[in-house]
């Protein structure tokens, strides 16, 4: 089992930057998969933000990607999120995520407990 | 609103059986691998199938899955009360580029 665990402040001002980390203390995350964020507004269904591996690759959602950054530290072992020019439908739960992705075949076999961040003045 | 159409509620007692479905098209369930996660407030989401059919070490044989066309389904047999949660199903999006959730199915055990 996998442990990830996310990080951040639970509150942030409307047009602001949310910043989230999400620490992986047990496996390097370097190796061989890439590495997620998703997101659950309250009362409403999942939604996938983007993926980035340790290539430097990334793929973000259409809808969000021109707000959004994800990205590596390799040295402290964990993976960031940054989403600009936040608003209150970017309240949600944030949940960081292993990716596996091969071919057809993609699937987010462990999850954090996932972050409430609300977005509030 | 959600690309993937799932039943928003389903129920059943105690050992019974309860099966639920995600709908989609040939842009994403029907050309792609499709896999199931449950949420439980609080808790870490737990993948329970992947590539339509296989479960992960440590899921019971109790959770299957399946998909025909356009269409995955989640079978959940001998249900127990803490199978209560949210399920939802994903799978890649070819013409959107995104990866995509269903609109989630919450299991009540009466």
């Known amino acids: 089992q996998v442990q990830l665990q996310e990080s951040g402040p639970g509150l942030v001002k409307p047009s602001e930057t949310l910043s989230l980390t999400c620490a992986v203390p047990s496996l390097t995350i370097t190796f061989g998969y890439s590495w997620a964020w998703i997101r659950q507004p309250p009362g409403e269904g999942l939604e996938w933000i983007g993926n980035?591996?340790?290539?430097?690759?990334?793929f973000y959602n259409p809808s969000l990607r021109s707000r959004v950054t994800l990205f590596l530290d390799t040295a402290n072992n964990h993976f960031s999120l940054n989403l600009t020019s936040v608003t209150a439908a970017d309240t949600a739960i944030y949940y960081c995520?292993?990716?596996?992705?091969?071919?057809?075949?993609?699937?987010?076999?462990?999850w954090g407990q996932g972050t409430l961040v609300a977005v509030s003045s | 609103q959600s690309v993937l159409t799932q039943p928003p509620s389903v129920s059943a007692a105690p050992g019974q059986r309860v099966s639920f479905s995600c709908s989609g098209t040939s842009s994403n369930v029907g050309n792609n691998f499709v896999s199931w996660y449950r949420l439980l407030p609080g808790t870490a989401p737990k993948l329970l199938i992947y590539d339509n059919h296989k479960r992960p070490s440590g899921i019971p044989g109790r959770f299957s899955g399946s998909k025909s066309g356009t269409s995955a389904t989640l079978d959940i047999t001998g249900l127990q009360t803490g199978d209560e949660a949210d399920y939802f199903c994903g799978t890649w999006d070819s013409s959107l580029s995104s990866y995509v959730f269903g609109s989630g199915t919450k299991v009540t055990v009466l």
């Open positions: 980035a591996d340790h290539s430097g690759r990334t």
């Open positions: 995520a292993r990716r596996w992705q091969f071919l057809t075949q993609e699937y987010f076999d462990q």
